[in-house]
Antibody, heavy 121, light 108 residues
Framework: QVQLQQSGPGLVKPSQTLSLTCAIS??????????WNWIRQSPSRGLEWLGK?????????DYAGSVKSRININPDTSKNQFSLQLNSVTPEDTAVYFC???????????WGQGTMVTVSS | EIVLTQSPDTLSLSPGERATLSCRAS???????FAWYQQKPGQAPRLLIY???TRATGIPDRFSGSGSGTDFTLTISRLEPEDFAVYYC?????????FGQGTKLEIK
């Protein structure tokens, strides 16, 4: 079955870059029918979709307007994984970050285990 | 951006009772792109319903979804102890996905 395994640091200093990775098993990051998403959850903002990467003959990205100027989501086909980079973080970026698969008509059907990231000096 | 507002914020019921959770969208949403999730403490959300009314794999038939336009409903016909959790609605029409703020279903 499809599984997503997240990795990355749980503590990031303000103004630095938050970096997380999501390793995929049982599916391919290059799938023509799936998209690979990052979502975060905090008490103040609830569940917030951040963006996705997907392959449809070429690579595409969609990002939420709230983070568009600071975010990159990149696929790594050699390792069958995808990553999140969020630049210039502030304490407001403190949240649990999830990766998730979406399929067009089904939405987020597979989720990673979540990573608590705290932004603090 | 489509804003989803769930009601009530908290619902207190007993096992065996029927639960009705509501979600209202700030503008019309295609029923093909509306979902419900269940989340328990320390876990990722779990997909329950997609396309407004289709149960995800392995979801018991006591869970059902309905609605159209701006008003959607999740119904749990007979509550089991494991159903007490937080429930989120979500729309996935267009390129931006949004979630409701959640309804906490607690044991009365």
């Amino acid at each position: 079955q499809v599984q997503l395994q997240q990795s990355g640091p749980g503590l990031v200093k303000p103004s630095q870059t938050l970096s997380l990775t999501c390793a995929i098993s049982g599916d391919s990051v290059s799938s023509n029918s799936a998209a690979w998403n990052w979502i975060r959850q905090s008490p103040s903002r609830g569940l917030e979709w951040l963006g996705k990467t997907y392959y449809r003959s070429k690579w595409f990205n969609d990002y939420a307007g709230s983070v568009k100027s600071r975010i990159n989501i990149n696929p790594d086909t050699s390792k069958n994984q995808f990553s999140l980079q969020l630049n210039s973080v502030t304490p407001e970026d403190t949240a649990v970050y999830f990766c998730a698969r979406s399929v067009a008509a089904i939405s987020f059907d597979i989720w990673g285990q979540g990573t608590m990231v705290t932004v603090s000096s | 951006e489509i804003v989803l507002t769930q009601s009530p914020d908290t619902l207190s019921l007993s096992p065996g009772e029927r639960a009705t959770l509501s979600c209202r969208a700030s503008q019309s949403v295609s029923s093909s792109y509306f979902a419900w999730y269940q989340q328990k403490p320390g876990q990722a959300p779990r997909l329950l319903i997609y396309g407004t009314s289709t149960r995800a794999t392995g979801i018991p038939d006591r869970f059902s979804g309905s609605g159209s336009g701006t008003d959607f409903t999740l119904t749990i016909s007979r509550l089991e102890p494991e159903d007490f959790a937080v429930y989120y609605c979500q729309q996935y029409a267009g390129s931006v996905r949004t979630f409701g703020q959640g309804t906490k279903l607690e044991i009365k």
